[in-house]
């Protein structure tokens, strides 16, 4: 099983730069989510996702947008990136029930200079 | 608000020795409470949960956890620490207003280093 995938592992923009990490999962999970992770700041909600067609806002959303056009798809999108948004970000995924658990992506290391 | 404490940003312990690593919440209404690991560029893996019935929870590796209601604490413990245990521990809260969704808040995570 591949469960959660995240692509690319690791990426370099430049400020103003735009660039979709990817995010798949093929566990048939309704719930998809991103986080970023900082120093010191633990794990902090983007966007989340509870089904095709239906995302939301989370903690830190501006600066990002989502979509989900599959149940197997969540991209992520920085349109204008900023030295702001260096951070390593996770994808997760779950069945839809706020007692069911996560799985996550092994991140995405993302470099804005 | 819904909010979760990590007051140690390091825990040192040997191998052999006990663990605890600290976690504290603030809810309203019946907390949803977990704890993840993340080892070396990794993404998060699940450990255990407490969502009701039973204060003492056992989980994946050989951790456990105590949900205790009056200090409103959920310690992650275990009674011989491992080497191969050092990694990054978050404790994590349902979200306020998540309803039936899986939204968490994450604490700031304290990081295990287990000495030989």
């Known amino acids: 099983n591949a469960g959660v995938t995240q692509t690319p592992k690791f990426q370099v923009l430049k400020t103003g730069q735009s660039m979709t990490l990817q995010c798949a999962q093929d566990?048939?999970?309704?719930?998809m989510s991103w986080y970023r992770q900082d120093p010191g700041m633990g794990l902090r909600l983007i966007h989340y996702s509870v089904g095709a067609g239906i995302t939301d806002q989370g903690e830190v959303p501006n600066g990002y947008n989502v979509s989900r056009s599959t149940t197997e798809d969540f991209p992520l999108r920085l349109l204008s990136a900023a030295p702001s948004q260096t951070s390593v970000y996770f994808c997760?995924?779950?069945?839809?029930?706020?007692?069911?658990?996560?799985?996550f992506g092994a991140g995405t290391r993302l470099s804005v200079l | 608000a819904q909010s979760v404490a990590q007051p140690e940003d390091q825990v040192n312990v040997a191998e052999g020795n006990p663990l605890t690593v600290k976690c504290t919440y603030s809810?309203?209404?019946?907390?949803?409470l977990f704890w993840y690991v993340q080892y070396p560029n990794r993404g998060l893996q699940f450990l255990l949960k407490?969502?009701?019935?039973?204060?003492l929870v056992k989980g994946s590796y050989g951790f456990e956890a105590e949900f205790n209601k009056s200090q409103t604490s959920f310690h992650l413990k275990k009674p011989s620490a491992l080497v191969s245990d050092s990694a990054l521990y978050f404790c994590a809260v349902r979200a306020p207003q998540a309803g039936a969704t899986n939204k968490l808040i994450f604490g700031t995570g304290t990081l295990l280093a287990v000495q030989p």
């Open positions: 407490y969502i009701t019935g039973d204060n």
């Open positions: 997760a995924s779950a069945n839809q029930g706020a007692k069911n658990i996560q799985y």
């Open positions: 809810v309203s209404g019946n907390p949803y």
């Open positions: 566990m048939n999970h309704e719930y």
